[in-house]
């Protein structure tokens, strides 16, 4: 089995920053691509940016120039740095985790989500 979970998120004004971790835990061999999705009220869940193991990135187009996703292979960590935020950038954050386990079989994980509300 395994486990994401992230921390950070709240509550930012508009231009203001955040920033979100995640960390994985478990039978963990490697990790492959991890990501950062959001979830806003009445919409569909959305890729906000994804990086690979070798540090390859991919943003929505939306939060490109704003948003940095970076990680840590060592310790099965993905960070992403949310900075002038607007108020379309509210959602609820998931990470995501493409994870070969060490019996290995690959799965892909989620987090359990965490909030971001940008508000004046």
């Known amino acids: 089995q395994v486990q994401l979970v992230e921390s950070g998120g709240g509550l930012v004004q508009p231009g203001g920053s955040l920033s979100l971790s995640c960390a994985a835990s478990g039978s963990i061999s490697r990790i492959y691509v991890m990501g950062w999705y959001r979830q806003a009220p009445g919409k569909q869940r959305e890729l906000a940016a994804s990086i690979t193991r070798g540090g390859s990135t991919n943003y929505k187009d939306s939060v490109k120039g704003r948003f940095t996703i970076s990680r840590d292979n060592a310790k099965n960590t993905v960070y992403l740095q949310m900075n002038s935020l607007k108020l379309e950038d509210t959602a609820v954050y998931y990470c995501?985790?493409?994870?070969?386990?060490?019996?290995?079989?690959?799965?892909?994980?989620w987090g359990q989500g965490t909030q971001v509300t940008v508000s004046s």
């Open positions: 995501n985790a493409q994870v070969e386990t060490r019996i290995l079989t690959t799965t892909n994980v």
